[in-house]
């Protein structure tokens, strides 16, 4: 929960889907997300090696058998407002 900063990151070293997407939908399918999340969207000029994940904008995934290390997904949202 974070109520001060307005900015909420979820990260992990994993690639699979029960840690990554699974959890960011469920995040995103919450009444909490709804009355005070939105996504917050990379840019993609800094980002355009590391597609999206999932179709969404909000959501990063580093896999090893495309960028050559260990794998990573990212998730990010903002406060509304």
């Known amino acids: 929960y974070n109520e001060c ?3 909420l990151v979820y990260a992990t070293c994993s690639i699979l ?3 990554n997407q699974v959890v960011a939908e469920k995040f995103e399918n919450s ?3 709804n009355e005070c999340w939105e996504p917050w969207n990379f840019d ?3 980002w355009e090696n590391v597609s999206e994940y999932a ?3 909000n959501w990063r995934a580093i896999l ?3 960028h050559g290390c ?3 997904f990212i998730s990010r949202w903002r406060r509304k407002g």
């Open 31 to 33: 009444v909490e997300y």
């Open 5 to 7: 900063w307005g900015r």
């Open 44 to 46: 993609t000029a800094e």
């Open 70 to 72: 260990d794998g990573f």
């Open 64 to 66: 090893p058998h495309k």
């Open 17 to 19: 889907s029960a840690e």
């Open 55 to 57: 179709g969404q904008q």
